[in-house]
């Protein structure tokens, strides 16, 4: 398992209290989440897992400003973002989190190159002089500066998901939210996937990965299991017993 040291010395990154998130449908309210509180603490590498409908997609969108609780509070680098307006949150967003999907969400039409640029104009964060360079910088250290003129299309899966991941460390956030960021990808190329996200951990980052997979032990810090949209005590132990083998009627 990969772990740091004294984490408890360090301060919360991300802060949820006693969140819940309701739904209306034509069908009647439907709730999501049931009173979740959660504490991730910086340079923690945390995965979120459960099945599908568990309220996994839920908690993420709270947690980078996509939706907002019901009830609760959610806390992001002391910023109560539940509180933000659509404008303001648009700019806490581009420069606090970054964001990796499972379908990677390249735009098709721009470079690989030019997909790591953009968040860095959008957010303005650095002087246009130097963005091109802080890219390719980008694309060495995941790995694949070597396709930075190609477009999307031309790379294979794994290289997709690292220029994803580049883009999401365009303006240096201090999280990194991954969404099921291995399901698409065969075993060896999701394995360098999260263990470049562990070296992210070991040089500052903090990222939150949501899976439905269980076999990640070996490089999370901590894991939080959703069920029924609630943050489920006990449920470790049972994991435990599946992926050792000590499966009890």
Do not use: C
Request: charged share 20%; glycine share 8%; net charge negative.
């Amino acid at each position: 398992m990969f772990m740091h040291g004294n984490r408890q010395e360090n301060e919360s990154l991300l802060e949820i209290h006693q969140v819940s998130k309701t739904y209306q449908t034509p069908s009647g309210s439907f709730t999501a989440l049931r009173d979740i509180s959660l504490h991730v603490q910086r340079n923690e590498f945390v995965a979120i897992v459960g099945k599908s409908g568990s309220g996994k997609s839920t908690l993420i969108n709270l947690i980078t400003g996509i939706d907002r609780p019901s009830t609760g509070e959610v806390i992001v680098a002391d910023t109560p973002i539940h509180t933000l307006s659509e404008n303001q949150l648009a700019l806490w967003r581009g420069r606090n989190v970054g964001i990796v999907f499972q379908f990677f969400q390249l735009l098709p039409t721009l470079t690989v190159l030019e997909n790591i640029m953009l968040p860095m104009d959008l957010g303005n964060r650095y002087p246009a002089g130097i963005r091109h360079t802080r890219a390719m910088t980008l694309l060495e250290r995941v790995g694949i500066a070597e396709q930075a003129h190609k477009l999307p299309a031309m790379l294979s899966g794994g290289q997709q998901q690292r220029a994803a991941i580049a883009r999401a460390l365009a303006n240096d956030p201090p999280l990194i939210v991954a969404d099921e960021p291995t399901g698409n990808l065969d075993t060896h190329t999701a394995d360098a996937v999260l263990n470049l996200f562990t070296e992210l951990v070991a040089q500052g980052k903090t990222v939150v990965l949501v899976t439905h997979e269980h076999n990640i032990g070996r490089y999370i810090s901590r894991q939080v299991t959703l069920v029924d949209g609630r943050i489920a005590d006990g449920v470790q132990a049972e994991v435990d017993q599946l992926e050792s083998g000590e499966v009890r009627p």
